[in-house]
């Protein structure tokens, strides 16, 4: 077999004395793993960074071998974000889902141009919570979609500020008060009210790393994800801004 096409890499491993085991999103072709020869070398160990833009070939004798890659770059976005370490960190979280999120070999080109516009937000005054949002749109791209548009029980469409945990759905303020210990709170960014700000990305993180876990990876998100997490957390505790 044997097939081009545009991928994003997520992950890579080291595979003998030179090469590397890379992962990849590709747009016509899904998550998809191949051996990159020489990938440890000073030419490619730069270009060779999760979140880049690569031309791929793959070939193999069938699709569920290894096969070998052939790769050149097209964009490096993590080098944009050398600088920012909670932006690089939302890059590395995003990648590192996906890999552990997406079955080998299904096509999903909506996450893969749904990452690279990530990654563009990523540069923007509103990352983070266009973060949060990915998270959300990966949900429901994989058959998880939460429902924030309505109160479950009311139908009501205002004041929605819980999400029950086990549905996925909105309820409102008033419906939701006697079991506010038992529901997640919705922030006021994915409810439509407000622009964010670090403790509103903390409760989106939470809120979207439960229904990850409980829907996509069965089990504990990736350390990653868990340290995007931890950051914001910290900076809540403190009352800091995250920049």
């Known amino acids: 077999m044997d097939?081009?096409?545009?991928?994003?890499?997520?992950?890579?491993?080291?595979?003998?004395?030179?090469s590397v085991v890379a992962t990849l999103l590709a747009r016509n072709h899904?998550?998809?793993s191949g051996l990159v020869a020489g990938g440890r070398s000073a030419r490619l160990r730069g270009v060779l960074e999760p979140g880049t833009l690569l031309a791929v070939r793959w070939r193999g004798r069938l699709a569920e071998h290894l096969g070998q890659f052939t790769v050149e770059p097209e964009a490096a976005y993590a080098a944009r974000f050398f600088d920012a370490a909670p932006r690089l960190a939302a890059l590395s979280s995003a990648c590192v889902l996906l890999d552990a999120a997406l079955a080998d070999h299904e096509p999903h080109p909506a996450l893969f141009d749904g990452l690279l516009a990530l990654f563009d937000l990523l540069d923007g005054p509103v990352w983070a919570e266009s973060y949060v949002r990915w998270e959300l749109g990966v949900l429901a791209e994989l058959g998880f979609g939460l429902d924030l548009d309505r109160c479950a029980v009311s139908g009501?469409?205002?004041?929605?500020?819980?999400?029950?945990?086990?549905?996925?759905?909105?309820?409102?303020?008033?419906?939701?008060?006697?079991?506010?210990?038992?529901?997640?709170?919705?922030?006021?960014?994915?409810?439509g009210r407000g622009g964010g700000g670090p403790g509103e990305v903390l409760a989106g993180l939470r809120l979207t790393g439960h229904f990850l876990e409980r829907h996509l990876l069965n089990g504990a998100l990736p350390p990653a994800r868990a340290r995007l997490l931890e950051r914001y957390a910290n900076a809540v505790a403190r009352g800091d801004q995250i920049g």
Not at 4 to 17: F, H, M, V
């Open 156 to 191: 009501a469409n205002d004041y929605l500020a819980y999400v029950s945990p086990r549905t996925g759905r909105a309820v409102t303020a008033s419906v939701g008060e006697p079991y506010r210990d038992r529901l997640l709170p919705l922030p006021d960014f994915l409810a």
């Open 3 to 18: 097939w081009s096409d545009r991928g994003i890499l997520l992950a890579t491993r080291p595979q003998g004395e030179g």
């Open 30 to 32: 899904g998550r998809c």
